[in-house]
């Protein structure tokens, strides 16, 4: 035997069983099931540890993340970029505390976390302040650390109304082809770090459009949707919305799109499929 090489000896029960296999011959339908289920749990290891340390995805449920996220994309989302914690597995078992390999997100990243009032929810949203910053909002205007954020008036946002794409009057219009549109107002917003964005503005005196100081505790981040006037996020408290995010209830940053549908097309429906399909933001980088 050559140096290095190595040999496996097969006797007994996997001697008879690879015979079996090389000839041809029938294998016995208790080994069948034992092999079968041998590689079930080889590849939910695999994905399991792809989700947990890798890529995990996601889909969009709502418009809060309008225009950068619509109903209907599916991301895929990186495990990695902030460390590890229990929310990195799947179900978030209580097995540790605090963050493995913890690094801090960048502001501006679309980032999954944990809804902090019962640590299961799944919530994306963009990272608007980071610990010890001063965020308010004045008119619809974001102000960190008492700097205006700069906010430039851009072309709309136009969409097509869809069963993922719902919309009411003012913003509802009917083009000359007779389709049905929805028309938003939009902004372009670049953070301090140089980040830039789009944002909508539904209702320019919306409750959310003027809030009181917030000073983000160590530890935790603040959250926003860029539909400003319709997201949940870290303007509202914890009791109703979401509040400060914990480090801890970070999941990962999302990525890029890889699939996205208007929701046409029912899975019982194959022909309708790919009429459905929003091809242009396959494979979207965020």
Same mark, same amino acid.
């Given at each position: 035997?050559?140096?290095?090489?190595?040999?496996?000896?097969?006797?007994?029960?996997?001697?008879?069983?690879?015979?079996?296999?090389?000839?041809?011959?029938? $294998?016995?339908?208790?080994?069948?099931?034992?092999?079968? !289920?041998?590689?079930?749990?080889?590849?939910? =290891?695999? !994905?399991?540890?792809?989700?947990?340390?890798?890529?995990?995805?996601?889909?969009?449920?709502?418009?809060?993340?309008?225009? +950068?996220?619509? =109903?209907?994309?599916?991301?895929? =989302?990186?495990?990695?970029?902030?460390?590890?914690?229990?929310?990195?597995?799947?179900?978030?078992?209580?097995?540790? /505390?605090?963050?493995?390999?913890?690094?801090?997100?960048?502001?501006?990243?679309?980032? $999954?976390?944990?809804?902090?009032?019962?640590?299961?929810?799944?919530?994306?949203?963009? =990272?608007?302040?980071?610990?010890?910053?001063?965020?308010?909002?004045?008119?619809?205007?974001?102000?960190?650390?008492?700097?205006?954020?700069?906010?430039?008036?851009?072309?709309?946002?136009?969409?097509?109304?869809?069963?993922?794409?719902?919309?009411?009057?003012?913003?509802?219009?009917?083009?000359?082809?007779?389709?049905?549109?929805?028309?938003? &107002?939009?902004?372009?917003?670049?953070? &301090?770090?140089? !980040? /830039?964005?789009?944002?909508?503005?539904?209702?320019?005196?919306?409750?959310?459009?003027? +809030?009181?100081?917030?000073?983000?505790?160590?530890?935790?981040?603040?959250?926003?949707?860029?539909?400003?006037?319709?997201?949940?996020?870290?303007?509202?408290?914890?009791?109703?919305?979401?509040?400060? $995010?914990?480090?801890?209830?970070?999941?990962?940053?999302?990525?890029?799109?890889?699939?996205?549908?208007?929701?046409?097309?029912?899975?019982?429906?194959?022909?309708?499929?790919?009429?459905?399909?929003?091809?242009?933001?396959?494979?979207?980088?965020?």
């Amino acid at each position: 035997m050559n140096d290095g090489e190595i040999r496996t000896k097969v006797t007994g029960s996997d001697a008879s069983y690879a015979a079996k296999k090389e000839a041809g011959e029938p $294998v016995g339908l208790g080994r069948q099931i034992k092999e079968l !289920v041998r590689f079930v749990l080889s590849v939910a =290891v695999i !994905v399991l540890g792809v989700r947990t340390f890798l890529f995990e995805p996601f889909n969009i449920p709502s418009e809060s993340m309008l225009p +950068t996220l619509m =109903v209907g994309d599916y991301l895929f =989302v990186s495990k990695y970029p902030y460390g590890y914690s229990h929310h990195s597995i799947i179900t978030s078992p209580d097995l540790f /505390s605090g963050r493995i390999l913890d690094r801090a997100p960048k502001r501006g990243d679309v980032a $999954v976390f944990k809804l902090p009032r019962d640590n299961k929810t799944d919530y994306i949203k963009r =990272v608007i302040g980071l610990p010890g910053d001063h965020i308010q909002m004045r008119d619809g205007h974001l102000f960190i650390n008492d700097q205006a954020v700069e906010r430039q008036r851009i072309e709309d946002f136009v969409v097509e109304v869809s069963e993922n794409t719902i919309c009411s009057a003012p913003f509802l219009e009917t083009a000359e082809d007779g389709k049905d549109y929805c028309r938003y &107002p939009q902004y372009r917003e670049t953070l &301090p770090n140089a !980040v /830039s964005y789009n944002t909508l503005d539904l209702n320019p005196a919306g409750p959310s459009d003027n +809030t009181r100081m917030f000073v983000v505790p160590a530890g935790h981040y603040f959250m926003m949707g860029d539909n400003r006037d319709n997201s949940l996020d870290s303007r509202r408290p914890q009791s109703t919305g979401v509040g400060y $995010v914990p480090a801890e209830n970070l999941v990962g940053r999302a990525e890029m799109i890889f699939f996205a549908t208007d929701g046409g097309a029912h899975i019982w429906e194959p022909w309708f499929w790919f009429q459905s399909m929003r091809y242009k933001r396959f494979f979207s980088f965020l």
